[in-house]
């Protein structure tokens, strides 16, 4: 028989409090396909699969209503034990980071990210406190209309860490520096500065153009720099243009071209790589690098 899991269990894989759970399942009907009232909640594993991909595309800056939207189409089966244990919250750093923004303590938010950063790394910090607290966060804010402000300041608190620490870098291996970028009129690109961070930490340098980067920067850049990786960032599907790793002017070696963000289509863009999170996108990198 199929194995099912409580709501504790998998708020524990997947890195939320339960009471998200519960949220996700009220408001965008995530919840157990089969629960029946007067009955404990029991997920199976395509419930899991959906929410995992609900929590991976919240990691990756995307609003939680879209999000919730991508999720409940995916039809993709997993095993249970495939996908367990990919994201784990440290709920004690967790509840002090979300008081201490609901409290507007930027000075609070700032020496705990930074400590955990330093303790335990950008990636599983990313995953296990920065990607909860904002899931908290947004979701407050769109139950009670209130707070953003915290959200606001949240965000521009974590870019500016994640900021110093892509300066940090010593010694990078790589020769030509990678290339991210948030291409179009691409806003959203917290997500960018978290694989910054990541890269320089992995040593690996990088050229970040960040938001709003067109097609014409993108392709002067390339051309002037030959970059071995090239990292491409589309929250949304009108930024999500092929032309961007297409129209690109030819040069040898050919860089890598790597797609993160719910903005690209799949299907037209087959010949490229997909990174659905930090950890991944880390490391087709420093495949492409030869690391």
Known sequence: MEELLTVAAVA????????????????????????????????????????????RLISAGVAPAEAAEQALAHKGEFEVEKILK?????????????????????NFVESILRKDIEEYGVIDSWQEVIVPVLVIVGDAWQETGTGIEVEHLLSETITSILRERSKQLKDPLNSRPVLLASVGEELHCLALHALHAALAEAKVDCNFLGARTPLAALSNVISRSAPPAVFLWAQLSNN????????????????????????????????????????????????????
């Not at 919840?31 to 959906?50: F, T």
């Not at 990919?86 to 930027?106: P, Q, T, Y």
């Not at 030819?250 to 299907?267: Q, V």
């Not at 490229?272 to 930090?278: C, E, K, P, R, S």
């Open 240 to 291: 999500g243009d092929p032309k961007f790793f297409r129209d690109i002017p030819a040069i040898r070696p050919a860089p890598r071209f790597i797609l993160g963000g719910p903005g690209w289509d799949r299907e037209q863009c087959n010949e490229v790589a997909f990174a659905d999170d930090l950890a991944l996108a880390c490391q087709q990198i420093k495949q492409a690098l030869g690391a």
């Open 86 to 106: 990919i994201f784990e919250a440290r709920e004690d750093v967790v509840a002090a980071i979300v008081k201490a923004a609901n409290s507007l303590d930027r």
């Open 12 to 55: 524990r894989q997947i890195g939320v409090a339960p009471a998200t759970l519960r949220t996700w399942a009220r408001r965008y009907g995530l919840g157990p396909s089969s629960h029946e009232a007067g009955e404990h909640r029991r997920y199976c594993a395509n419930d899991l699969a959906k929410l995992t991909l609900m929590r």
